[in-house]
């Protein structure tokens, strides 16, 4: 395997890590912020002491992050073009981190009357859940054929099966008021970690198998 190519799956590896470090750094200059019932979001929010930085901390550097991993997953399993589409979907997810950045979520992230910039925020927001969710769903199937690994093909589904049950809690939890921030966490936590174990299988030696 080139070193090009270790470099981008191995960018796949930094984003749980820089995820929880960024998140946890941001919120020590956000006095109050509740890991458990604030959303990310609102670390760069409209009016939050963190705006000016926050977007650069997290969703940049991530967005870059996981467009390098999805240039390394498509070179990587070239002769599959499943493999390469879930790398278009992983690209689609870096993209939409960009969008969240750069379009704030207004003030508290819930206005009854929702900016542009909230509107375009939300629909990248949703972009980042389905092209990762559907992504990891299609390693369901690509995990044994091309990883010869049917452990991660059952990883893959539970992986997905968690995202869909997390964003049903965030329903709940945001109707309650409270502990919208830990499912929301929990939710993008399974993404990444899926992420992680990918990078980690696409790394090792060894021609990849087709399709």
Not at 186 to 203: E, M, P, S
Request: hydrophobic content about 55%.
């Amino acid at each position: 395997m080139k070193t090009i190519d270790r470099v981008l799956l191995g960018a796949g590896l930094l984003i749980p890590f820089w995820l929880a470090i960024g998140v946890a750094l941001t919120a020590l200059a956000y006095p109050g912020y509740s890991h458990i019932d604030q959303a990310m979001s609102q670390l760069g929010a409209e009016g939050a002491p963190t705006h000016g930085f926050s977007a650069w901390v997290n969703n940049f550097p991530l967005g870059v992050l996981f467009i390098a991993f999805a240039i390394g997953v498509a070179r990587r399993f070239a002769g599959s073009r499943l493999a390469v589409l879930s790398a278009g979907l992983i690209l689609l997810h870096g993209l939409a981190s960009f969008a969240t950045g750069h379009f704030s979520c207004d003030q508290g992230c819930a206005p009854a009357q929702p900016s542009l910039s909230q509107q375009v925020h939300n629909l990248a927001g949703l972009l980042m859940f389905l092209s990762l969710t559907l992504a990891s769903a299609l390693w369901v199937f690509l995990g044994k054929r091309l990883l010869a690994s049917p452990r991660f093909a059952l990883f893959s589904a539970l992986c997905v099966l968690l995202s869909i049950a997390s964003v049903a809690m965030m329903g709940k939890a945001f109707a309650a008021g409270h502990g919208f921030g830990l499912y929301q966490r929990l939710n993008y936590g399974v993404a990444v970690v899926w992420v992680a174990v990918l990078a980690g299988l696409a790394l090792r030696d060894g021609p990849a198998a087709t399709e």
